[in-house]
């Protein structure tokens, strides 16, 4: 089955540590999206990806960093910049052009940094 | 610029009752709007969307969504609800201007359907 393979589930780091998060599409899906889900908040963009070797700022993507150097595989790293990095982390799938196709997400990996 | 408000943390009904989750939305070009829903610990799944034509929209699991864009409103509805429906659901808009590649997704609504 076609999907969005997000590893691990959970990930547990210590502060100043950086930590990179796994995604992986078989979907044949040209863009890819992390977002992250906060209570109370919905989701916000943190990076975006058109295609391979390209990649954009989303709404908050200050102590993050991404890659995107296969189609397939859209790696987020968490760096010790980033000011409060506990949260879940979802990552998200498209078609490219096509503005009306609902995004595909994983089941996300939840981070906690102590 | 684009946003999406759900007015209403939680929604409580009964079982067999019919149920509403609000969302209200404001874009400058044409809206795609979409609801999706959130079980624990789980990524989000597509429930149904509105690109254009018919005002109400039937997605998946019985849910269908009423577009009403006098109102800006893009309201989710099920007749009668179950005990399984009780999840986190979003509405999210993407404004198809700028390719599509940025959907914003309102702050969620959890639903508790009771026995």
């Known amino acids: 089955d076609g999907g969005i393979t997000q590893s691990p589930k959970y990930l547990f780091r210590k502060e100043g540590q950086n930590v990179t998060l796994s995604c992986e599409q078989n979907?044949?899906?040209?863009?890819m999206y992390w977002y992250r889900q906060d209570p109370g908040q919905g989701l916000r963009l943190i990076y975006y990806s058109q295609i391979v070797n390209d990649f954009q700022k989303g709404d908050i993507a200050e102590g993050y960093s991404v890659s995107r150097e296969k189609k397939e595989s859209f790696p987020l790293t968490v760096t010790s910049a980033q000011k409060n990095p506990t949260a879940f982390y979802l990552c998200a799938s498209s078609p490219q052009g096509a503005e009306n196709s609902p995004l595909h997400f994983g089941n996300g990996t939840r981070l906690t940094v102590t | 610029a684009q946003s999406v408000a759900q007015p209403e943390d939680q929604v409580n009904v009964a079982e067999g009752n019919p149920l509403t989750v609000k969302c209200t939305y404001s874009?400058?070009?044409?809206?795609?709007l979409f609801w999706y829903v959130q079980y624990p610990n789980r990524g989000l799944q597509f429930l149904l969307k509105?690109?254009?034509?018919?005002?109400l929209v039937k997605g998946s699991y019985g849910f269908e969504a009423e577009f009403n864009k006098s109102q800006t409103s893009f309201h989710l509805k099920k007749p009668s609800a179950l005990v399984s429906d009780s999840a986190l659901y979003f509405c999210a808009v993407r404004d198809g201007r700028d390719g599509g590649f940025k959907t914003i997704f309102g702050a969620g609504t959890r639903l508790f359907v009771k026995a």
């Open positions: 979907l044949n899906h040209d863009a």
């Open positions: 874009v400058s070009g044409n809206p795609y």
């Open positions: 509105y690109i254009t034509g018919d005002n």
